[in-house]
């Protein structure tokens, strides 16, 4: 996973965090990064072979 992680490796615009993987998929080929303040989170869509960006998950 460490190859992994690092070709993946963005952080959040907001808080600059590292995206975290944790809600990806694999078996699916679905990657979820999101930030772990939940300010971000970027998914990647097999089907349209492009990501899609969402901000502000959990509006504070
Ligand atoms: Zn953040």
């Known amino acids: 996973m ?8 963005e952080r959040c615009p907001i ?3 590292p995206l975290t993987t944790d809600k990806s998929n694999t078996l699916f ?3 979820i990064k999101s930030c772990p303040k ?3 989170e970027k998914e ?3 089907a349209l ?3 899609v ?3 502000n998950v959990v509006p504070k």
Do not use: A, M, R
């Open 53 to 55: 960006e969402h901000y």
């Open 38 to 40: 939940d300010h971000y």
């Open 44 to 46: 990647f869509i097999p």
């Open 15 to 17: 808080c600059k965090e």
């Open 2 to 9: 460490s190859f992994f992680n690092k070709l993946t490796q």
């Open 29 to 31: 080929s679905h990657v």
């Open 49 to 51: 072979e492009g990501y």
